[in-house]
């Protein structure tokens, strides 16, 4: 996100304005079939997109509403679901799984049918990371597999996520559209100029559309509410996570001389036990011997027979 003091030329394409703007609408379709034939890299060829409604029932009027970002589908009539998700969910994963029902049932027509289904993409645009363990693996493609076998089980359900941060390429290592895209989404709001390694008629059509000054008023103003929404929740998740740091180190130093006084404790205890039975042993010893030489017994035997040096037995 730009600093605010800096005026910027272009949206910041994670505002759900900005979003919406440019892959929703059918004047910018170009864009988002663009996007997509990217990367899918050949696997599919979209030639062109019906945008379908983004607002869905289940199958009663009381089941639980699904609003997408941007839903449509290609000329094969095959599903794609396309989703911004700007911070980290509890359960994303489900909420994917369960966004691509919508789009399976939608299928079910009236009537006799066979269940062939057509072929359902759900992406993920993702300003946030939920794999740490691969930190240069922002792509991610599910689908049904059989564990035995490591073999896709069915073909036409697709989970794609790209985990936009760990995207770290500069500018003069891409190499692919798909990396040219991902490129201008995770730095379009910070570009004062259209890059020169983004030529492709595409990326001018996404920069006039993404020229906030080219805006009407209603425009800006909607863009405006957009960007304040995504800096407030940026700056809410920040503190949380913020507070939850200090929280965390706050507790941990506290667990930590706990467990350090609980370990002092322990081994004081330890230490004085074994003190105190040194002790004891070295006054039986002294017991023993002043016995021994009340009897008149050799010096020599008395430290031999108590472990005593030869000068405490002397001394005594």
């Not at 062939?116 to 990371?129: A, H, S, V, W």
């Not at 379009?188 to 805006?215: C, D, G, N, Y």
Request: one cysteine or more; charged letters at 35%.
């Amino acid at each position: 996100m730009c600093s605010e003091g800096i005026i910027e030329r272009y949206v910041n394409f994670y505002t759900d304005f900005a979003f919406k703007k440019l892959f929703g609408t059918e004047i910018n379709k170009d864009l988002l079939i663009s996007f997509l034939n990217a990367l899918l890299s050949g696997k599919e060829v979209i030639e062109d997109i019906t945008y379908l409604n983004t607002e869905h029932l289940g199958s009663q009027e009381y089941d639980r509403r699904a609003v997408f970002d941007v839903y449509c589908k290609n000329e094969k009539g095959e599903y794609f679901l396309v989703e911004m998700q700007k911070g980290e969910q509890q359960f994303f994963k489900d909420r994917s799984i369960f966004y691509s029902t919508f789009a399976i049932r939608e299928q079910a027509p009236r009537g006799v049918w066979d269940y062939e289904l057509k072929g359902i993409y759900t992406i993920g645009i993702l300003n946030f990371c939920f794999d740490e363990k691969g930190e240069e693996d922002y792509f991610h493609e599910v689908k049904l597999v059989d564990l035995k076998t490591k073999e896709v089980f069915y073909e036409k359900l697709t989970f794609i996520y790209l985990e936009m941060p760990k995207f770290v390429k500069k500018e003069d290592e891409l190499e692919t559209l798909f990396d040219k895209w991902l490129y201008a989404i995770r730095n379009l709001a910070s570009l004062m100029e259209r890059p020169h390694i983004l030529q492709e008629k595409v990326f001018t059509h996404l920069f006039e559309a993404a020229e906030i000054a080219k805006f009407n008023r209603k425009e800006q103003y909607e863009y405006q509410e957009s960007l304040k929404a995504y800096r407030d929740w940026f700056s809410v998740m920040e503190t949380a996570e913020r507070r939850g740091l200090e929280r965390g180190l706050k507790e941990g130093i506290e667990k930590g001389m706990e467990k350090g006084m609980e370990k002092g404790m322990e081994k004081g205890m330890e230490k004085g036990m074994e003190k105190g039975i040194e002790k004891g042993k070295k006054e039986n010893a002294l017991m023993t011997a002043r016995n021994l030489k009340s009897m008149n017994m050799d010096a020599n035997m008395i430290a031999q027979a108590t472990g005593l040096t030869l000068e405490e037995v002397e001394n005594l």
